[in-house]
């Protein structure tokens, strides 16, 4: 079936560093990608989405690209800042169901 | 403003109690879902229900049962069945059920049986 496989974390930065979050899928058809993220003691906020191959996802600075040759879609973002500090999930929809990663837990520090 | 509601936020409950947990939504979407996080997991689907008076199991339905009787409530209780009911619990809804819609997720429940 459908799945989705994260980075271990923590992945611990200081702030104005460079983060890259690894996600790759395996899927039977062609999916839809996502990346949310979840704050301390929060639901799960969509952050950016993409939904056909060399889709590149955007905001608040992460993006992500739909990379079908490689089944990724690594989040990444220029200069992290303390307030990014928060659980982030790869997940993938194909037909009816969200299919979740793990979750990669990133804590930066000033 | 639009969004998903649940409550309580927290919830303490004695083992061999069942307990119901809301959730209501107003953004006007067909299909709701409940999933169960655990510390250090992603989310596992519990139930889903794409329409009124209609909902499928997800992947870890044992001990739990939903209702679907209006579009904007879709309310779970967690029964005595339930091996392990301790752990995070979040709503969700999407605009349809077929497609790839992303969905939008509730603040949570956080269930501690005792």
């Known amino acids: 079936g459908d799945s989705v496989t994260q980075m271990e974390g923590p992945v611990t930065l200081s702030e104005e560093a460079f983060l890259t979050i690894n996600c790759t899928y395996t899927a039977t058809g062609y999916p839809s990608l996502f990346w949310y993220v979840q704050y301390p003691g929060e639901g799960l906020q969509l952050l950016l989405k993409?939904?056909?191959?060399?889709d590149k996802g955007s905001n608040k600075g992460f993006e992500a690209t739909y990379r079908k040759e490689t089944t990724s879609f690594h989040l990444e973002k220029g200069s992290v800042q303390v307030s990014d500090s928060a659980v982030y999930f790869c997940a993938l929809i194909d037909t009816d169901k969200l299919i979740f990663g793990t979750g990669t837990r990133l804590q930066v520090f000033p | 403003d639009g969004g998903i509601t649940q409550s309580p936020k927290y919830l303490f409950r004695k083992e061999g109690q069942n307990v119901t947990l809301s959730c209501e939504q107003n953004l006007n979407h067909d299909a709701m879902y409940w999933y169960r996080q655990d510390p250090g997991q992603g989310l596992r689907l519990i139930y889903y229900s794409q329409i009124v008076n209609d909902f499928q199991k997800g992947d870890i339905a044992e001990g739990y049962s939903v209702s679907r009787e209006k579009k904007e409530s879709f309310p779970l209780t967690v029964t005595s069945a339930q091996k392990n009911p301790t752990a995070f619990y979040l709503c969700?809804?999407?605009?349809?059920?077929?497609?790839?819609?992303?969905?939008?997720f509730g603040p949570g429940t956080r269930l501690t049986v005792t």
């Open positions: 969700a809804s999407s605009i349809d059920p077929n497609g790839p819609y992303e969905q939008y």
């Open positions: 993409a939904t056909k191959a060399d």
